[in-house]
């Protein structure tokens, strides 16, 4: 299993960026798909989820701002960000969970650099 993100690049504060995230590998049962982002000395945090049902969650430092939706149909999650603040700035990450053959897994893709300047 092979998760692809892109979308990432430098922003003015106030701007927007839209992350990709596609999952591709045969036999994966995906369920929930995640964002999230490491800030340079920080942890890594979570950002929002996704159910496969559509269900949402979203950490409170985005909520109002940032949209997490997904393709169950082309295994691709996104990552709308708006009104962006440099403390937005940070190495994102997608994740998913599922499940091979009915064992529970988890796999991280490569992250994306998103960049805000003030």
């Known amino acids: 299993v092979q998760l692809q993100a892109s979308g990432g690049g430098l922003v003015q504060a106030g701007g927007s960026l839209r992350l990709s995230c596609a999952v591709s590998g045969s036999s994966f049962s995906i369920d929930v798909m995640d964002w999230y982002r490491q800030a340079p000395g920080k942890q890594r945090e979570l950002v929002a989820a996704i159910t496969s049902g559509g269900s949402t969650n979203y950490a409170d430092s985005v909520k109002g701002r940032f949209t997490i939706s997904r393709d169950n149909a082309k295994n691709t999650m996104y990552l709308q960000m708006n009104s962006l603040k440099p403390e937005d700035t940070a190495v994102y990450y997608c994740?998913?969970?599922?499940?091979?053959?009915?064992?529970?897994?988890?796999?991280w893709g490569q992250g994306t650099l998103v960049t805000v300047s003030s």
């Open positions: 994740r998913t969970e599922g499940t091979i053959q009915s064992h529970w897994y988890a796999f």
